[in-house]
């Protein structure tokens, strides 16, 4: 796509190719960094909250709802799910990755099937509700939105019907999954 692009603007315009280019650079470069500045902030807080026991109290108050979702009983575990849904919540994705790859390794079973608990984590992970999406506020600030925090109530809509609908699916696929199985025996 680049070459094609590059290709089509050397044809129309040969002069305007080079500095086209050092300006979208420039426009990376800074976005980056502007996003490094975000990602910085909510990755310190949520060092914080790691370091004063504040991720327990959070995995302590989703349990119940871990427990009913992931079929675990591993208070480490549920921590990191927590501690990722935590992330995701507040929008940031990339922060939330680290203990969502920690909770995969400890779900997995070491047989090379995903099981019912890492096929929901997946989907939680991908669909979950943010209160939050900083990300994409940092992103809408920095690309000169005049008010970037527009967009909270339409994502908080969006990641519930996400979730909502992710989680049944995964409860119904492995209902059937269950029928089959008893079909077999």
Partial sequence: MMLVSLAILLYINPGATLSTMIDASTEALTLCIELCAVYAVWLGILEIVEATGLSKKIARALRPIIKKLFRIDNEEIEKMIALNMSANILGLGNA??????KAMKALDNGR???TFSIIMLVVVNATSIQLLPSTVIGLRASAGSSNPSDIILPTILATVVTLTVGISLVFLCDKIKQKIKGKKH
């Fill in 112 to 114: 090379g099937v995903a």
């Fill in 96 to 101: 939330a990755t680290p203990m969502g790859i």
